[in-house]
């Protein structure tokens, strides 16, 4: 199957500061990510969809201005988390679909620790 | 949000024994896809069977689908102890090829040598 590579898998970092998370499509070009969260023993929420070179569309209660999203070509979306609270601690995943992909196929997810 | 549900929400076995999960989902869809997750790991795609598909096997996978109960089950035979992980539905809604997938709770699966 396609491969999605996500970056880093786990983080730590302070209160207040940002953090970056990278899904990358080695193998396909990818016209739609999703980003999830996921919570301990649940299921993935689904935080926003990027469609490449457009505007993420987030879903309700994902605050926009918090969770920033970049999908500025079709190989590479991010997900920068801003002034991380430990609230936000939570395992994300990114997942990506292309054109001639219809399965959607999953990156190894991060762990965020906000400290 | 959450589409379907998965049932059992847990799954004790013996290895060598077969597992079997139930999906249900509630509109309708274009495609059902199963997905692994072993623990603090990404998902990885088992198998998707189409909503004009009524079985499907991959190897020791065999999943089912009955678009007139809105359900879907996967069977695992002769399961191992790698086996053990969390086993999720997904389901993509009927006219969207690229669109959402929404997941169930997910089953977790434990399976003792």
């Known amino acids: 199957g396609a491969v999605v590579s996500q970056h880093p898998s786990r983080v730590i970092c302070k209160s207040g500061t940002s953090v970056k998370i990278e899904c990358r499509s080695l193998?396909?070009?990818?016209?739609?990510m999703f980003w999830y969260r996921q919570f301990p023993k649940q299921s993935l929420m689904l935080m926003a969809t990027?469609?490449?070179?457009?505007?993420?569309?987030?879903e309700q209660g994902v605050e926009k201005d918090k969770f920033l999203i970049n999908h500025a070509s079709l190989t590479l979306s991010t997900l920068t988390v801003t002034s991380a609270h430990p609230e936000d601690s939570s395992f994300y995943i990114c997942?990506?679909?292309?054109?001639?992909?219809?399965?959607?196929?999953f990156g190894q997810g991060t762990r965020l620790t906000v400290v | 949000s959450q589409q379907g549900e998965e049932d059992p929400q847990a799954l004790s076995i013996q290895e060598g024994e077969n597992a079997t999960m139930n999906c249900s989902y509630k509109?309708?869809?274009?495609?059902l896809q199963w997905y692994r997750q072993n623990s603090g790991r990404g998902l990885v795609h088992l198998i998707l069977?189409?909503?004009?598909?009524r079985e499907k096997h991959s190897g020791r996978l065999r999943v089912t689908l009955d678009t007139s109960k809105k359900s879907s089950s996967l069977l695992i035979t002769a399961s191992r102890a790698a086996d053990t992980a969390s086993y999720f539905c997904?389901?993509?809604?009927?006219?969207?090829?690229?669109?959402?997938?929404?997941f169930g709770r997910g089953t977790q699966l434990t399976v003792w040598p």
């Open positions: 990027s469609n490449e070179g457009s505007k993420a569309t987030y």
């Open positions: 997942s990506a679909s292309g054109t001639a992909v219809f399965e959607a196929f």
């Open positions: 509109t309708s869809i274009n495609n």
């Open positions: 193998d396909f070009q990818a016209t739609t």
């Open positions: 069977i189409r909503s004009n598909e």
């Open positions: 997904a389901t993509r809604d009927r006219g969207s090829t690229l669109g959402r997938l929404y």
